[in-house]
T-cell receptor, first 109, second 112 residues
Framework: RKEVEQDPGPFNVPEGATVAFNCTYSNSASQSFFWYRQDCRKEPKLLMSVYSSGNEDGRFTAQLNRASQYISLLIRDSKLSDSATYLCVVNMNTDKLIFGTGTRLQVFP | EPEVTQTPSHQVTQMGQEVILRCVPISNHLYFYWYRQILGQKVEFLVSFYNNEISEKSEIFDDQFSVERPDGSNFTLKIRSTKLEDSAMYFC??????????FGPGTRLTVT
């Protein structure tokens, strides 16, 4: 079983739509959780950390369910500029980040 | 806003040659990392470096790889004898803590 599993997509949505991505992780010892964004052939950029209580940053909401080992990202009012690959990332209280393969989002006009 | 920088942006080398990839982490960061991403695959951890020594490394980071922080600003990754399968994007990252890591733009390594 993969350490971090994501639906690769692509998710094709119109501008203004709400879209949600899910991610599952296999190791219950995972301690920290993040969503990164990666544009084509560019570096991963930290979008937000994910906290147990859930957290929101503008149009982005992240949720964590430790019991189900499940993380989600909700994007409201999608913009063309949101088109990218969204990477689910976990950390098990060590130095390394463990990346999922990413979910590709394409927002169209 | 301070950023991690990496040079060169693209490196082409022949199999068996040594390459050095360079990174300048964000200045007040204490934790340094190298990751790689083979085209079409996920980002993979290679090594972490803290307090002038390797703190963790992956199975990928074998004897062909080494890291160094030769001065107060640079952080380098050396591959001694490159193989075709080393072709990938290599990302340097740094952080004030080990939890939040900020990535540089990457060096695309092509081994022919």
């Amino acid at each position: 079983r993969k350490e971090v599993e994501q639906d690769p997509g692509p998710f094709n949505v119109p501008e203004g739509a709400t879209v949600a991505f899910n991610c599952t992780y296999s190791n219950s010892a995972s301690q920290s959780f993040f969503w990164y964004r990666q544009d084509c052939r560019k570096e991963p950029k930290l979008l937000m950390s994910v906290y147990s209580s859930g957290n929101e940053d503008g149009r982005f909401t992240a949720q964590l369910n430790r019991a189900s080992q499940y993380i989600s990202l909700l994007i409201r009012d999608s913009k063309l500029s949101d088109s990218a690959t969204y990477l689910c990332v976990v950390n098990m209280n060590t130095d390394k980040l463990i990346f999922g393969t990413g979910t590709r989002l394409q927002v169209f006009p | 806003e301070p950023e991690v920088t990496q040079t060169p942006s693209h490196q082409v080398t022949q199999m068996g040659q040594e390459v050095i990839l360079r990174c300048v982490p964000i200045s007040n960061h204490l934790y340094f990392y190298w990751y790689r991403q083979i085209l079409g695959q996920k980002v993979e951890f290679l090594v972490s470096f803290y307090n002038n020594e390797i703190s963790e490394k992956s199975e990928i980071f074998d004897d062909q790889f080494s890291v160094e922080r030769p001065d107060g600003s640079n952080f380098t990754l050396k591959i001694r004898s490159t193989k075709l399968e080393d072709s990938a994007m290599y990302f340097c990252a740094s952080g004030r803590t080990s939890y939040e890591q900020y990535f540089g733009p990457g060096t695309r390594l092509t081994v022919t």
